[in-house]
């Protein structure tokens, strides 16, 4: 079994940064990537970014690009998501994820195996 566990996430006004991690423990891979999904309040859980730990490949959600950068340990089996510039629309619980397959990166939530409990990001306008 794999254990995924988040820390991060907080209170920040609009304009304001915050930084996620995610540590994975337990069951390990050869080659797997670590994604983060967000769900609003009152909406369907939504891509945000991943990255391969083997590789370091990523990608980016549109709605993010150019203002959130995922990044890894993989010594540690980590993942981080820095998240500058946020927007009230922003506002979700935050999900890490594990996706087993490794060869390439995906964006949809139904090819993640492991999911951690969530950690909540709130941004005041």
């Known amino acids: 079994q794999v254990q995924l566990v988040e820390s991060g996430g907080g209170l920040v006004q609009a304009g304001g940064s915050l930084r996620l991690s995610c540590a994975a423990s337990?069951?390990?891979?050869?080659?797997?990537?670590l994604g983060w999904f967000r769900q609003a309040p009152g909406k369907g859980r939504d891509f945000v970014a991943v990255?391969?730990?083997?590789?370091?490949?990523?990608y980016y959600a549109d709605s993010v690009k150019g203002r959130f950068t995922i990044s890894r340990d993989s010594a540690k089996k980590t993942v981080y998501l820095q998240m500058n510039s946020l927007k009230p629309e922003d506002t979700a619980v935050y999900y890490c994820?594990?996706?087993?397959?490794?060869?390439?990166?995906?964006?949809?939530?139904?090819?993640?195996?492991?999911w951690g409990q969530g950690t909540q990001v709130t941004v005041s306008s």
């Open positions: 337990g069951r390990t891979f050869n080659s797997y990537g």
């Open positions: 990255i391969s730990m083997s590789r370091g490949s990523t």
């Open positions: 994820a594990l996706d087993t397959y490794g060869l390439e990166i995906r964006d949809s939530q139904s090819e993640y195996e492991y």
